[in-house]
């Protein structure tokens, strides 16, 4: 059973900064591409950033362009972090980190697997 592992959520001002990170429990997942989605009350489950299994590549979601970086793990990349600067209170969401077999798949949504997502709390 795989499992994706998130962690450093938690409540900040607006313009500060935080980083979540994401362990995957098998390194098989390391050919894999991952990334994170958000999804806020009322609101469906929308992407964030993802990057690709080899080359690094990264996409983002128009909201978060130029706020946040998500990296990968260039040792074992069975690791993501996400980065988030200039945070807003509309950032406010539960994050889920999510892996699927490319980058287009993920962003798509054919996600293969979820992690059971972190609270980021922006006040204003």
């Known amino acids: 059973q795989v499992q994706l592992v998130e962690s450093g959520g938690g409540l900040v001002q607006a313009g500060s900064s935080l980083r979540v990170s994401c362990a995957a429990s098998?390194?098989?997942?390391?050919?894999?591409?991952m990334g994170w989605f958000r999804q806020a009350p009322g609101k469906e489950r929308e992407f964030v950033a993802g990057?690709?299994?080899?080359?690094?590549?990264?996409?983002y979601g128009d909201s978060v362009k130029g706020r946040f970086t998500i990296s990968r793990d260039n040792t074992t990349r069975d690791t993501v972090y996400l980065q988030m600067n200039n945070l807003k209170p509309e950032d406010t969401a539960v994050y889920y980190c999510?892996?699927?077999?490319?980058?287009?798949?993920?962003?798509?949504?054919?996600?293969?697997?979820w992690g059971q997502g972190t609270q980021v709390t922006v006040s204003s």
């Open positions: 999510a892996s699927a077999m490319n980058i287009e798949r993920l962003i798509g949504g054919v996600v293969a697997f």
């Open positions: 098998r390194r098989t997942l390391s050919t894999y591409a």
């Open positions: 990057v690709t299994r080899s080359d690094f590549v990264t996409r």
